[in-house]
């Protein structure tokens, strides 16, 4: 990652930390990323209204996240994958389609922590390696950092 710029707030519910944020990402190979995340707002997507997985959260079956590329975008947490209509056909003036990937439902909570389990047991390696989740810490850092200084921030990188 190239550079991070962060702006963050907590003016809605004045607690000594943030709880709303919006970064932008620039990546060395020119992609741009932007982030924007917050606990005060009210809405119906959020990871767990769109999975059911907990039953604390009312179910809404909307994504949180979208991830949009230059041949087709992926719809989070619902999986959604949106693609020209007939392939190669790929631009604004071109029907597009959507369709659905459907995975077994499973406890997340519990995978996770059967997962953990397995790690400790030394029988299968890490879903997520270390690096990647150090270089997310660096980058969750960078966005405060820019928040606070005002200026874009290179992350530091691991690995």
Same mark, same amino acid.
């Given at each position: 990652m190239r550079s @991070?710029?962060?702006i963050t707030s907590n003016s809605r519910r004045g607690f000594a930390v943030e #709880?709303?944020?919006a970064a932008t990402f620039a990546f060395e190979n020119g992609c741009l990323g932007t982030l924007i995340c917050t606990d005060a707002g009210f809405s119906p997507w959020t990871i767990e209204q769109g999975t059911s997985e907990n039953p604390s959260f009312a179910f809404t079956g909307q994504s949180a996240y979208r991830v949009i590329g230059t041949s087709g975008s992926l719809e989070v947490p619902v999986l959604r994958r949106w693609a020209a209509a007939k392939p190669?056909? @790929?631009?604004? #003036?071109?029907?597009?389609?959507?369709? #659905?990937i459907t995975v077994p439902w499973h406890d997340p909570y519990v995978a996770q922590l059967e997962h953990f389990q397995r790690l400790v047991r030394l029988d299968e390696p890490a879903v997520v390696p270390v690096l990647d989740g150090a270089n997310t810490l660096a980058a969750t850092l960078a966005v405060a950092q820019s928040a606070q200084s005002g200026q874009r921030c290179a992350p530091r990188r691991f690995g």
């Amino acid at each position: 990652m190239r550079s @991070i710029t962060g702006i963050t707030s907590n003016s809605r519910r004045g607690f000594a930390v943030e #709880d709303s944020a919006a970064a932008t990402f620039a990546f060395e190979n020119g992609c741009l990323g932007t982030l924007i995340c917050t606990d005060a707002g009210f809405s119906p997507w959020t990871i767990e209204q769109g999975t059911s997985e907990n039953p604390s959260f009312a179910f809404t079956g909307q994504s949180a996240y979208r991830v949009i590329g230059t041949s087709g975008s992926l719809e989070v947490p619902v999986l959604r994958r949106w693609a020209a209509a007939k392939p190669g056909e @790929i631009g604004w #003036d071109r029907p597009i389609t959507s369709a #659905d990937i459907t995975v077994p439902w499973h406890d997340p909570y519990v995978a996770q922590l059967e997962h953990f389990q397995r790690l400790v047991r030394l029988d299968e390696p890490a879903v997520v390696p270390v690096l990647d989740g150090a270089n997310t810490l660096a980058a969750t850092l960078a966005v405060a950092q820019s928040a606070q200084s005002g200026q874009r921030c290179a992350p530091r990188r691991f690995g």
